[in-house]
């Protein structure tokens, strides 16, 4: 899922998300699916006739990572998936980015939000110019001297 989100505005939500599908050859798995996307993203459901170029900065990002989910991925990849969302999505984010996770998701995240991102991360990764200065697991790094300098301001 990029940065951007990338919808198709002037597809309804549920286009959006169909285009996800693209590789299903049953309809009932895909409205299986489809189902469960509505279920991790409730405002989509609600707004699922309503064309993508309309939703919020937040409601994008979650159709995004729902169209993402859609072709049922071995690996999702996030890539700063909070970017320009207001702090109660947010926390709603990190929250379905961790029942993804519970789901049996791998995630491979690119995030701003250190704390949230390392809270919830098996490993983690501190890059410098392109090259990995420190690496280990999310709970390592929360308490690394280098990560709480560098990004959490401690």
């Known amino acids: 899922v990029p940065e951007s989100r990338r919808i198709f505005g002037p597809l309804t939500v549920e286009e959006n998300l169909l285009l996800g599908a693209f590789t299903s050859n049953s309809e009932e798995d895909v409205r299986g699916h489809l189902d469960h996307i509505y279920g991790l993203f409730p405002r989509l459901k609600e707004r699922s006739k309503q064309k993508g170029e309309t939703l919020s900065g937040g409601e994008q990002q979650m159709l995004a990572i729902g169209r993402g989910l859609m072709i049922r991925p071995k690996l999702l990849m996030l890539d700063e998936p909070s970017l320009g969302l207001m702090p109660k999505l947010v926390t709603e984010l990190f929250q379905t980015i961790s029942l993804l996770k519970k789901e049996g998701y791998t ?30 697991t999310g709970k390592e790094l929360l308490e690394s001297n280098i990560v709480k300098k560098a990004f959490l301001g401690l």
């Not at 995240?109 to 949230?116: G, T």
């Not at 098996?122 to 420190?134: A, C, M």
């Open 107 to 136: 995630i491979l995240l690119v995030e701003q939000n250190v704390r949230e991102a390392l809270e919830l991360a098996d490993r983690g990764y501190v890059l410098q110019t392109g090259r990995t200065i420190h690496a280990g």
